[in-house]
């Protein structure tokens, strides 16, 4: 029988400092929010905008190289040690190739990708300029997404958590340095810097682990083919890319309703990230479990882990839920320094609360089922609750029903709470009707 105290444990102890690490990512964006926000409170609306595209290719490039992370677990739970590393050098080639499309992709499109959606050329032209800068990070922070998912396969993540919150230091400076005379463009050439930090110290780190050579990280050991990775990866980057899309689309729904919508919305969706970064932590800590013991054919193990993350979001949500209500007020006044706006924030702040678990709940019962085999269900998922419903929700709350902010918030929660109860049942069916010897798993 599988002890789930002991079980429980292994996840805390893998999913804080992964937590950690993916707080860090949004500490970045939440970073340059704020110091936009106060230093050329103009421009916030150029920056929300700007990374609406950018966002879509880089989540979709995050999905894509999932594959390294699963595979990876699993080899190492197999013995395999070598092929964990083929993973890793084949996931870096696949950082750089879709790097390069997104920045082929947004550089040529420009603003048509605002203008296109509604959003008026006197607003579209300089958040693309923001985006154009950004795009060129992205390539960067795939690279960094690689190397930190072949750590956390490794069950070594903290070195990545470090790394992460030097680069914040490192881009809170860099904000300081050009926010004042380039405003929102400089804040994205922060966020360039601090990601060619990222990519360059946590590739030379795995270069120099002690145990390189047995790990295959130099070469030699084959591994999982392409194929492999992507058959993973694929059901992830479109899951991922249809989340993105629906929430920058919610960016663009604000953008039409006027400036003050945007920005408000743009606040409120970096705390809700935030917040999510936890969740992120605790699917990469599931995953990760249920990857490592399908490989070693532990599969009560593998059954058991993904119940115990959704307790520990669940768990974790609530808190920040608590957190949210009682500081709402103080949350959106460290944001902006315009009143208005910040009053705007905060009489929102009781439906971003409620989102917290079923948003949580859905991530990491999304990568419990890819963890064992299920990929395309989760996608499927996704894309009826937050390509479907979400969207739609939206357009008529926001902009029908005049409710604005509000509105969008609303939509957020209505598909969320559809996709974690769908996911949920979908775990359910398969962990009552899977047995040790289950292909399922494989």
Request: with cysteine; hydrophobic share 60%.
């Amino acid at each position: 029988m599988t002890d789930l105290r002991a079980l429980a444990g292994r996840l805390v102890r893998l999913a804080w400092p992964v937590a950690l690490a993916r707080l860090g990512i949004m500490g970045m964006g939440v970073a340059d929010t704020i110091m936009v926000g106060q230093l050329a409170p103009n421009e916030l609306s150029h920056q929300a905008l700007g990374w609406a595209p950018t966002a879509v290719f880089l989540v979709t490039g995050i999905g894509l190289l999932m594959g390294v992370q699963v595979l990876a677990a699993r080899a190492l739970g197999a013995g395999d040690k070598a092929a964990s590393g083929a993973a890793w050098r084949k996931g870096l080639v696949l950082a750089v190739v879709s790097g390069a499309v997104a920045v082929a992709v947004v550089w040529a499109a420009g603003p048509h990708l605002l203008t296109a959606f509604g959003v008026a050329p006197e607003l579209a032209e300089p958040a693309m300029a923001v985006g154009r800068i950004l795009a060129l990070s992205v390539p960067l922070h795939l690279i960094y997404v690689a190397c930190s998912y072949y750590l956390e396969a490794l069950q070594r993540p903290v070195v990545g958590a470090v790394v992460m919150w030097a680069a914040n230091i490192l881009n809170i400076a860099l904000n300081f340095w050009f926010i004042p005379e380039m405003g929102a463009e400089g804040s994205a050439w922060a966020t360039f810097g601090a990601r060619l930090f990222l990519a360059a110290t946590l590739a030379i780190w795995i270069l120099r682990l002690a145990d390189a050579r047995a790990l295959g990280v130099l070469g030699g050991a084959r591994g999982p083919s392409y194929p492999d990775i992507l058959r993973i990866g694929a059901a992830a980057a479109v899951s991922q890319a249809v989340e993105a899309g629906a929430f920058s689309g919610m960016t663009i729904i604000a953008g039409r309703v006027g400036a003050d919508e945007v920005a408000a919305y743009q606040i409120l969706l970096n705390q809700l990230a935030a917040v999510f970064m936890i969740a992120m932590g605790l699917s990469t800590a599931t995953a990760v479990i249920v990857s490592e013991s399908i490989g070693a054919k532990a599969f009560a193990t593998a059954r058991a882990a993904g119940w115990v993350g959704l307790g520990l979001n669940t768990i974790a949500m609530a808190a920040a839920a608590v957190l949210f209500l009682v500081c709402g007020g103080a949350i959106a006044s460290a944001f902006t320094s315009d009143v208005a706006l910040a009053a705007l924030v905060a009489g929102n702040m009781l439906i971003a609360a409620l989102i917290l678990a079923p948003d949580g709940g859905q991530v990491v019962a999304a990568a419990a089922l890819r963890a064992r085999g299920d990929n395309w269900f989760p996608t499927a998922s996704h894309i009826l609750a937050y390509a479907v419903v979400m969207p739609a929700t939206a357009f008529w709350l926001a902009e029908t029903m005049g409710r604005g902010v509000a509105g969008l918030l609303e939509a957020i929660l209505i598909a969320s709470v559809l996709s974690v109860g769908v996911l949920i049942v979908r775990l359910a069916v398969l962990t009552r009707e899977s047995r040790a010897e289950d292909p399922a798993f494989l």
